[in-house]
Nanobody, 121 residues
Framework: QVQLVESGGGLVQPGGSLRLSCAASGSIFSINGMGWYRQAPGKQRELVADITSGGVTNYVDSVKGRFTISRDNAKNTVYLQMNSLKPEDTAVYYC???????????????WGRGTQVTVSS
């Protein structure tokens, strides 16, 4: 079994910051890509940022210059530092990871359950 657990969401005022964390645990052999997605009410889930095992990053245009994705491979954890938050960043944020389990010779994508981020004054 593999689990991804997000933390760090909450309520913040416009212009504020939050740092999300997502830790993967279980029978993990290796992890390739990891990413953060978000889904606002009435909208489709969208990619926010992702990062390869080698540290190459990719961001959606709306968060470039404000959000930073990083990972700690030793801890199987991915982070999302969010600065200069705007009301339109309000959403449930989900992490995902491409995981190769110890007992299976293939990578599968696993998802966390999400953490709420609300940006409001």
């Amino acid at each position: 079994q593999v689990q991804l657990v997000e933390s760090g969401g909450g309520l913040v005022q416009p212009g504020g910051s939050l740092r999300l964390s997502c830790a993967a645990s279980g029978s993990i052999f290796s992890i390739n890509g990891m990413g953060w997605y978000r889904q606002a009410p009435g909208k489709q889930r969208e990619l926010v940022a992702d990062i390869t095992s080698g540290g190459v990053t990719n961001y959606v245009d709306s968060v470039k210059g404000r959000f930073t994705i990083s990972r700690d491979n030793a801890k199987n954890t991915v982070y999302l530092q969010m600065n200069s938050l705007k009301p339109e960043d309000t959403a449930v944020y989900y992490c995902n990871a491409g995981v190769r389990r110890s007992d299976i010779n293939n990578y599968y994508v696993y998802w966390g359950r999400g953490t709420q981020v609300t940006v409001s004054s």
